[in-house]
């Protein structure tokens, strides 16, 4: 066996996080790293190789999944949302009516600004740019400037309003009223109510479906989900789902709805196009959060009360998998570029995370601090971080996930020094010709990881797509890294 210098080894440890002494199940083979003495014979070469290899399975986890931070929020940190233009996370904190505002490549805290009474849910309008938050104790909505971090103006809505989200197609926000039996309908632009549509008692989750431009809001008083036409504004359907619906989730790869009953433990599966329900799935007790893997048509239901995930294949409707061993999950959210899926349990204070192409269990890192009560998560795809609202603790966790093999990031961070700005469009995405070393193909895809388009060397057509941010992504010869970069499609 060759031999390893003991200093090198310490920074080995030092680095990987191992302990610097450890002691070998063998009796009698306890190793000191004391840069001075080392056991010798047969024990030394055996507790050195346990040592190593230890330490090379704690650098290749680190290398997957680790906490990267914990950075302070407000109290009672409940609710995050991503802004793909300006790489921000907003967080919502219901206990000191602020929101927090992170800068996404750098890591840090960028301002702290006063909302409404008791802020729990958010929203990013990617269209004008602005963040929308909703204020339970005083029927508003305050809107934040993503540029300049400032609250612009406050929308008058329904009374509790409890959740909000955003139709790009259309450049609209909705608001569920859970005091009002209420629907508000804004104006993206210019931030007026074009419209109430009335629904049923206590509408507490609200969704849009992107293809067919629809929205769905579910009422647990009458457990029923609500349709309302993108267009016009009105309710269209009335669907009857399972007891206590308290989340919902679309899935654009089969295009359906997905709404999560707590009462009766079930999904009710529903129809994009037809507003009708296809079919129930039954799944573990207590279900309470939904997530969508749509690269592989896949859904996910956390289980709280017998730490479990259901795995709905989206195309059969039938349940093909139970993940066990995940803690009874409050929130979940799916990373689609090393498609893991990471489940917050607040009770335990822990996130567990799953590889969606095994199904198994990666790892559960527990967050910082003495009561961490993980609640609510948003993705940053560019560097590729989760964020975990922290409600106990007011603190935003962050979680790195490395890159997958030959996939580049954007961002040097250890330097801190971003890559060139996104690329403004206007109708026409132009990729220039390559002579030598010529991508495969090239890709453009949604800020969810979706392929829309390919694109072609010149002229492409984009005008028909919404507003927003966009990655165009390039498969590279082997080789040669794929290239990731944004483009901002501007009216």
Request: aromatic residues 6%; proline residues 5%.
């Amino acid at each position: 066996m060759q031999f390893v210098a003991p200093a090198l080894l310490a920074a080995l440890l030092r680095f990987s996080g191992c302990p610097s002494a450890l002691t070998s199940p063998y009796r009698g083979t306890n190793v000191s790293w004391n840069g001075t003495a080392l056991m010798k014979g047969s024990n030394m070469r055996l507790s050195l190789l346990i040592v190593l290899t230890l330490c090379s399975a704690t650098v290749g986890t680190l290398r997957a999944q680790w906490l990267e931070d914990s950075l302070p929020a407000g109290a009672g940190a409940c609710a995050l949302c991503y802004n793909s233009i300006n790489n921000k996370v907003y967080c919502a904190n219901s206990g000191d009516n602020t929101v927090t505002i992170i800068d996404g490549p750098a890591n840090h805290v960028l301002a702290t600004v006063p909302v409404g009474s008791g802020p729990r849910d958010l929203c990013y309008n990617s269209t004008n740019n602005k963040v929308y938050v909703v204020n339970y104790g005083d029927t508003t909505l305050s809107v934040i400037d993503g540029a300049g971090d400032s609250v612009i103006t406050a929308v008058i809505v329904g009374n509790y309003p409890w959740a909000v989200c955003y139709n790009p197609t259309g450049n609209k926000v909705y608001c569920a009223n859970s005091g009002s039996s209420s629907v508000s309908v804004i104006n993206g632009a210019n931030d007026h109510v074009v419209a109430t549509d009335v629904v049923g008692m206590w509408p507490e989750v609200i969704g849009f479906n992107r293809t067919d431009n629809k929205v769905y809001c579910v009422s647990t008083s009458t457990d029923s989900a609500y349709v309302i036409d993108g267009a016009s504004n009105n309710v269209i359907a009335t669907i009857p789902v399972g007891g206590i619906p308290s989340g919902l989730c679309w899935n654009p790869h089969s295009d359906k709805v997905y709404c999560v009953n707590a009462g009766d433990n079930t999904v009710t599966v529903i129809g994009g196009g037809s507003n009708s329900v296809i079919t129930t799935v039954a799944t573990g007790y207590a279900p309470a959060a939904l997530a969508c893997d749509s690269a592989d048509n896949k859904v996910y239901c956390a289980n709280t009360g017998d730490t479990t995930v259901t795995v709905i294949d989206g195309a059969s409707n039938n349940v093909p998998a139970t993940i066990a061993t995940v803690p009874g999950a409050v929130a979940l959210c799916h990373n689609r570029i090393n498609n893991k899926l990471y489940c917050a349990d607040k009770s335990l204070g822990e996130v567990t995370i799953v590889d969606c192409a095994t199904e198994q269990v990666l790892r559960t890192i527990h967050l910082n601090g003495e009561s961490p009560a993980p609640c609510a998560f948003t993705w940053n795809p560019v560097q590729n971080r989760v964020y975990v609202a922290d409600k106990e603790q007011g603190m935003v966790a962050v979680l790195r996930d490395s890159m997958p093999a030959g996939v580049e990031e954007t961002m040097n961070d250890e330097r801190g020094t971003p890559s060139p700005g996104p690329t403004i469009v206007r109708g026409v995405l132009f990729l220039p010709e390559t002579s030598s070393r010529k991508p495969q193909a090239t890709s453009l895809l949604d800020i969810e990881g979706r392929r829309l388009l390919d694109l072609n060397p010149g002229a492409n057509d984009v005008g028909q797509l919404a507003p927003g941010v966009y990655f165009v992504k390039e498969a590279q010869a082997q080789d040669q890294a794929q290239a990731v970069r944004r483009v901002v499609i501007a009216r």
